[in-house]
């Protein structure tokens, strides 16, 4: 499919004053928001838990899941946590981010767009019978 790379704004939620614009790389393979640990610590963002990180080769290792980061896309945003990679890394918008802003990566023009389903904001899907339009089962 090639490289998508897509600009991101990320702001600190507790400090507003830190934030910044990079350019990431839209990596369907993540499932979280990766960031160098240089740029965690520049958008003074806390840490939160470890987890096991497991890596295309398998290799495994602890990584701090720090938080928390509003991140904007194509005038979509959320609040996410963010997996600190080494610094210098390159930047990854993972599943988690994609499906939340319900942004969709075209193979064919290797570019990110908002779900042509949804064009004006996002959808949320539940798979439960809940909410007052639910049909629930007699």
Not at 60 to 76: T, Y
Not at 100 to 107: F, G, I, T, Y
């Given at each position: ?24 790389v ?5 499932t ?7 740029l ?7 840490r ?8 295309v ?11 928390i ?11 996410f946590?963010?997996l ?21 990566v ?17 959808t ?15």
């Amino acid at each position: 499919m090639g490289k998508v790379t897509e600009k991101v704004r990320l702001t600190n939620v507790f400090d507003e004053s830190k934030s910044a614009e990079i350019d990431a790389v839209v990596d369907t393979g993540a499932t979280m928001l990766v960031l160098p640990t240089d740029l965690v610590e520049g958008l003074g963002l806390r840490r939160i838990r470890q987890v096991r990180v497991r890596y295309v080769n398998n290799h495994v290792e602890p990584k701090w899941v720090c938080g928390i980061v509003a991140v904007e896309i194509q005038g979509r945003s959320g609040n996410f946590d963010v997996l600190a990679e080494e610094s210098g890394s390159q930047p990854l918008i993972g599943q988690m981010v994609l499906e939340e802003l319900d942004l969709v990566v075209s193979p064919r023009t290797r570019s990110l767009t908002a779900n042509p389903e949804s064009p004006d904001m996002p959808t949320v899907e539940i798979l439960s019978l809940g909410g007052t339009h639910a049909q629930r089962p007699t």
